[in-house]
């Protein structure tokens, strides 16, 4: 166990995540595995079954390996244990230590020799174990990941996926429930993707490791043991697009990742009071998807965001501000942003107070004058 | 030439748990005389021939050196950190590589590069300004020069590991300077190519100073050589002044990288001649008899010496050298007045593999803002064409009416 494994604080409101199925670990190392090269298997089409956001990633990941011998795996616990969430769960023994490796606690050197490895033509998935403890690995991130392909004018492209357990909702003690997204969407070079189910987990996922651009992948920590019946391997729409999840008339609501979920359960609130609401999930932080949410926005005339994150400087700040430049005089109503406080992430007795709820989303929207 | 340059790697192992001696490892010494067999840690030294090699690459480096500083201080470059002093730790590793491998260099490695095969416009579009990087890295096997300090030697553990995980034989180089081993990442390299046993190969050049702060004031033990011990791999105290002593070094971590022994930790003694960039002013920290001392060991001098005192180095070779060092700079002189060609749409064209459409939209926009700077420039130069100075004087008062 290391320093950075997630205690789950119990006797808190919100319900404590576990794991689906917990593995015992072997002791054994498995069998030596030959080098990477080239392999021409690939997935068969699974039976329709209930799956897990994290069993949707574990299974991208798996079907990513078979199909490209050049994709390998390391982080902090992701190989006889799994990860701390899972999401590796059994691949070290399918796969053996060559592609699945657990490396040092450091996560600058995580990503740093990442970057080596990409340079030498593997495409390497990393995990950092928590959003909060992605931080010392800013540096590679910002000055290396994002800007190689740019300052070798392409000659040298990364195709690295930074998987990034994120948000909290899952009581968390300190510096597990970050929402940083806007440091790295502020970042150009860096592509930031969010699922916010087990379909588009899967789909994304696959999609992130086949991209030649290196791809920050947030996964919603709340969101990881959410169920859908899924038949994979699945394609959804394309990484990088938005999608309307419920159609609408009155309102436009954009969220993402973990509140997702906050802006359906808000719609159907709603729907119950009179007032059609229309929710984006964008998928996609960066790039933004202009077209589908601009067209959604210019409909309703109304829209706002919502997220974990604090709102200074925060991402809605982003989606408001485009939103206005090329919607402005579609619009009835300021954007609103319904987000965490600016405060850090509170502690797990408090943060059902900080979470955006759909009582919060509905009173912000009456404060509009309706006329 | 690495080769020529074989040796028995079972006398040669180091412990892994004992530290290297404080006097540092030398085959030559100051008088170009070759040392006994404690200074040279049992370590052959090199063939004449290959030493012949060193000289003349360092020779014509330290021209590119000069000629490189002087056009900075002529205002043709934005800045140089030059290796004046340092060639022999520069020249040595490179020499020590075969082509397949990969050079992970510094902001003050551009000699390496030199002497690796990159031609002087290349490496130094990125001092000029052109653009950040200026080498085709896969061509030459060399990363984009570093300014992060030790970030980049994360970025040659990761590749020694993936040509370990492909089973291939391709060794990677990393240099980092005294300052950087201060560095995080410095740590975590070191840490993780152990760990992983990557077939890798750090070369510290320590030339004393971090812009301005001595190595006491980085560090509390004695050598950055120590330092190997505590993450298990071996490691070596080197004078950096000594070409011979660091080729035999590290042609022998090489050997050892690719036979599958690991990672090791190479410190070369050096000084840096020069300031830190034109922008620094080095009096402000050090005295300039320290300077002055140090010029007293040079690199190339005390080879000189010694392939002179061999009867190996011929003049007909010295300015057969020295032609070929003129020649590079009168070279490197031509490229540096001739203009780079700088197309300000190229911004929005390397940034993603994927395009995205925002980013089209911006590009366009400078599209269209220097289609308009141009358009005023074109009307603007045809009324100045077509406006004699009288009727210039004509047009002046009803201009003035338009306005009023």
Redesign the interface.
């Known amino acids: 166990m290391t320093a950075n494994h997630l205690d789950s604080v119990p006797g808190t409101a919100l319900p404590t995540p576990t794991p689906p199925t917990p593995t015992t670990p072997s002791p054994v190392p498995p069998a030596p595995t030959p080098p990477i090269s080239q392999t021409d298997a690939a997935p068969a089409t699974r039976a329709p079954a209930s799956v897990t956001m994290a069993a949707a990633l574990n299974a991208a990941i798996r079907d990513a390996m078979t199909d490209d011998p050049t994709v390998v795996l390391f982080g902090e616990d992701i190989g006889p244990l799994g990860g701390v969430f899972r999401v590796t769960d059994g691949l070290y023994s399918e796969f053996g230590e060559t592609r699945v490796s657990d490396s040092p606690l450091a996560e600058s050197g995580i990503v740093g020799t990442a970057i080596g490895m990409a340079i030498y033509g593997l495409r390497p998935v990393v995990e950092m174990q928590f959003d909060a403890f992605s931080y010392p690995a800013f540096q590679q991130i910002v000055s290396h990941v994002a800007k190689m392909r740019n300052r070798t004018k392409g000659r040298i492209t990364l195709p690295i996926v930074i998987r990034i357990p994120y948000a909290g909702d899952i009581g968390g003690v300190e510096h597990h429930s970050d929402s940083s997204e806007a440091y790295w969407t502020s970042t150009p070079g860096l592509t930031v993707v969010t699922p916010s189910n087990p379909a588009d987990a899967y789909s994304m996922l696959r999609e992130a490791i086949a991209s030649d651009d290196p791809v920050i992948f947030m996964e919603p920590k709340s969101r990881y043991w959410s169920k859908a019946e899924v038949s994979l391997p699945i394609h959804t729409t394309p990484m990088t697009r938005a999608e309307v999840l419920r159609e609408g008339t009155d309102v436009t609501l954009i969220s993402y990742g973990p509140t997702v979920k906050t802006a359906l359960a808000t719609a159907e609130q709603a729907a119950d009071e009179g007032l059609s609401i229309e929710v984006i999930d964008l998928r996609s932080l960066s790039p933004f998807d202009d077209e589908t949410v601009s067209a959604s926005v210019r409909k309703t005339s109304r829209a706002a965001v919502i997220h974990e994150a604090a709102q200074f400087g925060g991402y809605g700040a982003e989606v408001a501000a485009r939103l206005t430049e090329r919607s402005f005089f579609h619009l009835a109503a300021p954007i609103l942003r319904i987000t965490g406080f600016d405060i850090p992430y509170p502690s797990p007795k408090l943060e059902e107070f900080f979470l955006p709820t759909p009582d919060r989303v509905l009173s912000a929207i009456e404060k509009w004058e309706w006329s | 030439m690495a080769h020529d340059y074989v040796m028995d790697l079972t006398a040669l192992s180091a412990s892994l748990r004992t530290l290297p001696p404080s006097q540092p490892l030398r085959l030559i010494d100051e008088n170009g005389l070759r040392t006994d067999a404690e200074a040279s840690a049992g370590f052959p030294l090199p063939s004449t021939e290959i030493l012949l090699g060193l000289y003349r690459k360092m020779v014509i480096a330290r021209r590119f050196d000069l000629q490189v500083t002087a056009l900075t201080r002529q205002g043709r470059l934005a800045t140089y950190p030059s290796a004046l002093g340092q060639e022999a730790c520069e020249i040595a590793a490179v020499a020590a590589l075969d082509a397949d491998d990969?050079l992970f260099p510094t902001y003050r490695d551009s000699i390496a590069l030199l002497t690796r095969g990159v031609a002087p416009e290349h490496i130094l579009a990125s001092f000029r300004g052109d653009?950040?990087?200026g080498y085709?890295?896969?061509e030459h096997r060399i990363?984009?020069q570093a300014t992060?300090l030790a970030?980049q030697?994360?970025?040659?553990?990761?590749?020694?590991?993936?040509?370990k995980?492909?089973?291939d034989k391709?060794v990677?180089l990393t240099f980092l300077g005294d300052g950087a081993t201060s560095e995080?990442?410095a740590h975590?390299?070191f840490?993780?190519a152990a760990?992983w046993q990557a077939p890798v190969v750090f070369v510290v050049q320590n030339n004393q100073f971090a812009i301005s702060v001595p190595l006491d004031k980085q560090m509390h033990c004695q050598m950055i050589a120590d330092k190997a011990v505590g993450y298990g791999m071996p490691g070596y105290f080197v004078d950096g002044n000594d070409v011979a002593a660091m080729y035999a070094i590290v042609t022998h971590a090489v050997q050892n990288a690719r036979s599958g022994a690991g990672p090791t930790l190479i410190e070369g003694l050096t000084y840096r001649i020069e300031a830190h960039t034109n922008s620094d002013d080095p009096t402000r920290y050090r005295a300039s008899s320290e300077v002055e001392e140090w010029k007293g060991r040079d690199p190339i001098a005390r080879l000189e010496k010694y392939l002179l005192s061999e009867g190996a180095l011929s003049d007909s070779e010295r300015s057969d050298i020295d032609a070929a060092a003129e020649k590079l700079a009168a070279a490197t002189r031509e490229c540096m007045t001739r203009e780079a060609e700088i197309d300000p749409l190229?911004l929005f064209?390397?940034?993603?593999?994927?395009p995205?459409?925002?980013l089209a939209e911006q590009r366009q926009a400078l599209a269209d803002e220097l289609t308009a700077h141009a358009d005023a420039e074109l009307s603007e130069a045809a009324l100045s064409a077509s406006a004699t100075p009288a009727a210039a004087q004509a047009q002046a008062p009803a201009q003035t009416g338009a306005h009023s």
């Open positions: 990969w653009w950040h990087s085709d890295n896969y990363a984009p992060p970030t030697a994360l970025h040659a553990v990761g590749l020694a590991t993936a040509s995980l492909k089973r391709t990677a995080g990442d975590e390299a840490n993780f760990v190229e064209d390397h940034l993603y593999a994927t995205r459409p925002a």
